[in-house]
């Protein structure tokens, strides 16, 4: 019973200690290919993302024990990682679903940002399909997230794109404001997952619900 109290405390340690910003080089075929990843502790397990000028996407299956910390990036059937912690740096091999392999390096970023880390909300970056009740109308959300800012835009039913405004990621949270159809409209969706929802207020008070996924 002692020994399995001392492995637990030990696991959960280390994956306190990874959590924060990690600037991650990816090796294979001569190539380099750059990306950020940032862990943090949600309800006692750990999660996270990654992202690059390309956009940003959840980490699926991560595991710590120890120093050893492995995930799944869930793009081209699945990318494996395997890293091995040491202080602030990282190391270990890839491979993706076609085999091919390679190697990685990680350090972490400066240590302020393991606090943002850790109250960083999930990756939104993409394109949502929704529907907002009673009317039924089919919305079509594309966020765009980085490290500075997010923006985005919202298309009703066949109509064409339209920015939002005050834009704003908290927590698990998206609110925005959008003006269609003549009038302006207050959104609050929560994100769980691969699906979102959440209602919205729009000209004289009306009211609604919005939910769909990726």
Same mark, same amino acid.
């Given at each position: ?9 030990a ?10 910003t ?5 090796? !294979? ?10 862990l ?8 996270? !993302? ?25 793009y ?15 190391a ?10 390679g ?7 400066a ?13 939104v ?27 985005g835009?919202?298309?009703p039913g ?22 269609v159809?003549?009038?302006?409209y207050?959104v609050?969706?929560?994100? !769980?997952?691969? !699906? ?8 004289e ?10």
């Amino acid at each position: 019973m002692l020994r399995s109290l001392i492995f637990l405390c030990a696991c959960v340690c280390s994956a306190a200690d990874l959590t924060g910003t990690w600037d991650l080089t990816a090796q !294979s075929e001569g190539k380099d290919v750059k990306v950020q990843l940032v862990l943090r502790d949600d309800g006692g397990k750990l999660a996270g !993302s990654i992202s690059s000028e390309q956009g940003s996407m959840d980490l699926e299956e991560v595991k710590v024990a120890g120093d050893q910390l492995t995930y799944k990036i869930p793009y081209h059937g699945g990318i494996t990682m395997a890293l091995k912690a040491s202080g602030n740096s990282m190391a270990g091999t890839f491979t993706t679903a076609e085999g091919v392999s390679g190697t990685i390096e990680a350090m972490r970023g400066a240590a302020a940002a393991a606090p943002a880390a850790k109250a960083a909300g999930p990756a939104v970056s993409g394109v949502w399909n929704l529907t907002a009740q009673p009317a039924g109308m089919s919305l079509r959300l594309e966020l765009n997230q980085s490290a500075e800012k997010l923006a985005g835009s919202l298309t009703p039913g066949n109509g064409e794109p339209v920015a939002v405004q005050d834009l704003k990621l908290e927590g698990s949270d998206v609110t925005f404001n959008v003006a269609v159809n003549g009038g302006t409209y207050s959104v609050k969706l929560t994100v !769980s997952g691969s !699906s979102m929802k959440g209602t919205f207020t729009g000209p004289e008070g009306s009211t609604g619900t919005i939910e769909g996924g990726r």
